[in-house]
């Protein structure tokens, strides 16, 4: 079976403060991992994936099987970054398994 | 270009009807998934088609739901004899192809509300 759990439902900084948002997983597989944001009143939508090693927005993710675990981070919050963050497991089939999902509120 | 669309945006409706609600996905895209955002349960997937392949339905709650997909585009996802617990945002997303790490692309999700 495969799980994704996002440990915090509310996290909350002041701007320009360093942001970790945790994420877990168990899978038995190669895991492909993700993270995706919903900004108020916008449709769910890719922030990173593990696969590209890229930083989006000036956010990084690092898959560590050891820990199975693809925290991901921002050495500085904006308070544009405030909404929903998933994370996201695609592993057996072709769907996303989702955490629960963690509120970012960056405050001025 | 024009995104995932779903409609309607929002539904109401009395317990033990029927609804259905509708996606159409980026003009291309081969892959199509449904799944429900709910209080308490998160994002969770529903089902799964692929082309003309048979669809996976293994998330499909219970046998009151099922969906199609009409020419390999427009999917609609209908909920028989609806129930509260039904109540959610159900999202489509497509996707270009099948392959394991394409992006899904997210619709802006049906609210439904089972009174």
């Known amino acids: 079976a495969q799980r994704v759990t996002q440990p915090e439902k509310l996290l909350s900084v002041f701007k320009g403060a360093p942001v970790e948002l945790k994420c877990n997983y168990s899978?038995?597989?190669?895991?492909?991992l993700f993270w995706y944001v919903q900004y108020s009143r916008q449709r769910l939508q890719l922030l990173l994936r593990?696969?590209s090693r890229e930083s989006i927005k000036g956010f990084t993710a690092d898959l560590n099987k050891g820990e199975t675990s693809f925290h991901l981070k921002k050495p500085f919050a904006q308070e544009e970054d405030s909404a929903m963050y998933y994370c996201a497991l695609l592993g057996a089939g072709n769907m996303l398994t989702f955490g629960g999902g963690t509120r970012l509120m960056v405050k001025p | 270009g024009a995104g995932v669309s779903q409609s309607p945006s929002n539904k109401v409706t009395e317990k033990g009807k029927d609804v259905e609600l509708r996606c159409d996905p980026i003009?291309?895209?081969?892959?199509l998934y449904w799944y429900r955002q709910s209080l308490g349960q998160g994002l969770e997937f529903l089902i799964y088609?692929?082309?003309?392949?048979?669809?996976?339905k293994s998330g499909l709650p219970s046998d009151r739901f099922s969906a199609e997909r009409t020419g390999g585009s427009v999917s609609t996802l209908t909920i028989q004899r609806t129930q509260q617990e039904d109540s959610a945002v159900y999202l489509c997303a497509s996707s270009p192809s099948s392959g394991r790490v394409e992006t899904q692309y997210f619709g802006p999700g049906t609210r439904l509300l089972v009174l």
């Open positions: 088609f692929q082309g003309n392949s048979a669809p996976d």
């Open positions: 003009s291309g895209h081969t892959a």
């Open positions: 593990h696969i």
């Open positions: 899978y038995s597989g190669s895991p492909e």
